[in-house]
């Protein structure tokens, strides 16, 4: 391997708040990386778990732990620190596969024209187990006010794309990476999916934000969906289009809390909602996973959210996480 001078400085930012089982994990994923100039940056919003001891473990960490404001907070005090040329970014519970920094770093070394990259993404559980994949996309304004394509923990970009947009906005709380992707989608950095690599697992299990908060998820980015629409980048669109993507980002918020209701056992809400969900975007009226979420509730019978994401004879078969 060449000498650690000639390989760019990579700065790997994890928030963490009360991480643990799994910040060990983690922070073994990036240590293990076959990469020889490498920074790891955490910032803990002072966790009451035993996170501070196992942060302690680790000599080479840059590590501190002290009141938040959430974890955009936190991101954005990493990437203030950060001295790396490439930028990665880790949630505590998620890891990476190996040499993916080497992978990422070699790719933006070799494509100077490119400014980030990503890959699709594991799905794992408790036991690291990979359960199923989640594909990524191309960097598409448009796209991403309907869905968020890029897989955040398999993202590498330059320094200057935080540089310039200031790193994530602090008032989100959920979307944070999506409207990072966004306003670098606006303002013209370019993005490349290698398709078919995976960089990095994401943990998805109960007691992660993730499985446990879909509909903040969902309710944060359609209220950015509202006010971002008037944006002069999206001009080129006609009202009836801004129209039918509103009422598609309706109909994704009414979905969320219909699944909700069904896992709560709220009959009423159930129906009330998977109604809205149809008057909002009738296309879905065509969707037999939404008929079979309405029988399911109706019959009382448990949905695993995990199943879409489970390997089939042919391996991998769902995209959204």
Do not use: C
Request: aromatic share 12%; charged share 25%.
């Amino acid at each position: 391997m060449k000498e650690k001078n000639n390989f760019p400085l990579v700065s790997i930012i994890t928030p963490a708040y009360n991480a643990m089982p799994f910040l060990k994990t983690t922070i073994e994923s990036v240590l293990s990386q076959k990469y020889p100039n490498l920074e790891h940056i955490i910032f803990d919003g002072g966790s009451t778990d035993n996170s501070i001891e196992v942060l302690k473990l680790y000599s080479h960490l840059t590590w501190f732990s002290e009141k938040d404001r959430g974890q955009s907070h936190a991101l954005n005090k990493g990437f203030a620190i950060a001295k790396g040329e490439i930028i990665g970014w880790v949630n505590a519970d998620d890891t990476y596969e190996p040499n993916a920094i080497l992978d990422a770093v070699n790719f933006l070394i070799e494509n100077p024209e490119y400014d980030l990259v990503g890959t699709d993404m594991n799905i794992i559980d408790e036991n690291d187990d990979k359960i199923g994949i989640t594909f990524s996309g191309e960097l598409d304004a448009l796209e991403l006010l309907n869905s968020n394509p890029i897989k955040q923990t398999t993202v590498f970009m330059r320094r200057k794309v935080i540089d310039k947009l200031i790193g994530v906005k602090e008032e989100f709380h959920y979307v944070m990476d999506q409207e990072l992707w966004l306003r670098i989608a606006m303002s013209g950095f370019k993005f490349k999916y290698l398709k078919g690599k995976i960089f990095a697992n994401f943990r998805l299990v109960k007691g992660t934000k993730t499985f446990d908060s879909g509909p903040k998820f969902i309710l944060e980015w359609h209220n950015h969906v509202l006010n971002v629409i008037g944006n002069s980048y999206f001009d080129y669109l006609t009202q009836e289009q801004k129209n039918k993507l509103v009422k598609k980002s309706y109909s994704k918020l009414f979905f969320s809390k219909f699944l909700q209701s069904i896992e709560r056992k709220e009959r009423l809400n159930m129906v009330k909602n998977f109604i809205l969900t149809i008057q909002k975007n009738p296309a879905i009226f065509r969707n037999l996973g939404l008929w079979k979420f309405l029988v399911f509730g109706l019959l009382d019978i448990n949905i695993n959210r995990l199943n879409k994401f489970k390997k089939n004879e042919k391996g991998y078969d769902k995209r959204d996480v």
